[in-house]
């Protein structure tokens, strides 16, 4: 599949795994989807968007969105909303978030693994 092909590949699962977080976040309310999938799901979409412009090679580009994922996280630890002045805002505080939750670590940890599977088999096809 040559670059151009990939890239609308790409962005069509980008545009997807957005409207399914999207819903999640709207509409779904329970203790498994919403808190564990949806955290795993959010390091997919990075990867599919960085995909758009990265559609080759960046084999470790899993292990760089995990860091970016654990790293805003920390910041949540830190209260980096309220630091900037921006928790009162609604859109940015969900973007960046406000709570601090080691399993969002965890599932950030588990969707990236699933991505560098994904990288081997790709590679081997």
């Given at each position: 599949m040559?670059?151009?092909?990939?890239?609308?590949?790409?962005?069509?699962?980008?545009?997807?795994?957005?409207?399914i977080e999207?819903s999640?976040?709207?509409?779904?309310?329970?203790?498994?989807i919403?808190?564990?999938?949806g955290?795993?799901?959010?390091?997919?979409?990075?990867?599919?968007?960085?995909r758009?412009?990265?559609p080759?090679?960046m084999?470790?580009?899993?292990?760089?969105i995990?860091l970016?994922?654990?790293?805003?996280e920390v910041?949540?630890y830190?209260r980096?909303?309220?630091?900037?002045?921006i928790s009162?805002?609604?859109?940015?505080?969900?973007?960046?978030?406000?709570?601090f939750?080691?399993?969002?670590?965890?599932?950030?940890?588990?969707?990236c693994?699933?991505?560098?599977?994904?990288?081997?088999i790709r590679e081997?096809?």
């Amino acid at each position: 599949m040559d670059k151009t092909k990939k890239r609308v590949a790409y962005g069509i699962a980008t545009v997807l795994l957005f409207i399914i977080e999207l819903s999640i976040a709207l509409f779904v309310h329970d203790n498994l989807i919403r808190p564990y999938v949806g955290d795993m799901l959010v390091v997919v979409l990075i990867y599919t968007f960085m995909r758009i412009f990265l559609p080759e090679g960046m084999r470790l580009l899993p292990l760089y969105i995990f860091l970016f994922a654990a790293g805003v996280e920390v910041m949540q630890y830190f209260r980096i909303a309220e630091i900037l002045g921006i928790s009162e805002n609604r859109v940015l505080s969900v973007v960046i978030g406000s709570v601090f939750d080691m399993k969002d670590i965890v599932c950030y940890g588990v969707g990236c693994v699933l991505l560098f599977v994904y990288e081997l088999i790709r590679e081997k096809v």
